[in-house]
């Protein structure tokens, strides 16, 4: 059974860690590792369990992330104008998928070694 509450909390450390880390050079895969082991951690149970918390929170905050990468990718595209403008405003999606996938596999990790705990 998924306990949301461990969910919960890994994935408000990985908004943190990636809004707020982001300009000091902390970045997504260092967010979405802390908050899969912190996930995995509160939610015990052992690896799969860890591993499967993990992967929740660091997937949600991950698309939470993606959605945020795609806005500011598309206002600097905006205000970039042009040719250039066109083609980083259409690749936002792609780009945010990506950050989303590998930060749930990342997370996944991460609350894979906290179940070890």
């Excluded at 799969?48 to 997937?59: D, E, F, N, V």
């Excluded at 698309?63 to 690749?91: E, Q, R, Y």
């Excluded at 780009?95 to 894979?112: H, K, Y």
């Amino acid at each position: 059974m998924t306990n949301w509450r461990a969910v919960g909390i890994g994935f408000l450390v990985h908004i943190v860690l990636g809004i707020v880390g982001a300009p000091i050079g902390i970045g997504p895969l260092a967010a979405g590792i802390v908050s899969g082991f912190v996930a995995g951690y509160v939610a015990g149970g052992g690896i799969g369990s860890g591993a499967w918390h993990g992967l929740l929170a660091g997937s949600i905050g991950g698309v939470v992330l993606a959605i945020v990468l795609g806005i500011a990718i598309t206002i600097g595209a905006g205000i970039a104008g042009g040719p250039l403008g066109g083609l980083l405003g259409g690749s936002a999606l792609v780009v945010g998928v990506i950050i989303a996938i590998v930060s749930g596999l990342e997370s996944a990790l991460g609350g894979a070694i906290a179940g070890l705990l």
